[in-house]
Nanobody, 123 residues
Framework: QVQLVESGGGLVQAGESLRLSCAAS????????MGWYRQVPGKEREFVAN????????SHADSVKGRFSISKDGAKKTVYLQMNNLKPEDTAIYYC????????????????WGRGTQVTVFS
């Protein structure tokens, strides 16, 4: 089993920066994608960014390209989301996600979620 714990959220003014962290613990892993989703109450959870664990290849949503950057520390099993030039529309709960991409497994068996960290951006 894998546990994910997010940290680094907070209240910031538009244009400022935050760095989120997600630390994984428990069962070791070397595969899959680890990254971030965000959600506002009443709306669908939205993909933000992820990183392929084995290669380091990254993907970012169009809405955050050029402002957010995902990275990882393999030894610490930790992923980071550097968020620059934050905007009010970035306000959401940010959830860490790990998908082990294991063939023929259900999502409950291969995918894990953190409890979320709140990011609030004001003008």
């Amino acid at each position: 089993q894998v546990q994910l714990v997010e940290s680094g959220g907070g209240l910031v003014q538009a244009g400022e920066s935050l760095r989120l962290s997600c630390a994984a613990s428990g069962r070791p892993f070397n595969r899959g994608h680890m990254g971030w989703y965000r959600q506002v109450p009443g709306k669908e959870r939205e993909f933000v960014a992820n990183i392929q664990w084995s290669t380091g290849n990254t993907s970012h949503a169009d809405s955050v390209k050029g402002r957010f950057s995902i990275s990882k520390d393999g030894a610490k099993k930790t992923v980071y989301l550097q968020m620059n030039n934050l905007k009010p529309e970035d306000t959401a709960i940010y959830y860490c996600n790990l998908d082990l991409d294991t063939p023929f497994m259900t999502t409950s068996q291969r995918q894990f979620w953190g409890r979320g960290t709140q990011v609030t951006v004001f003008s």
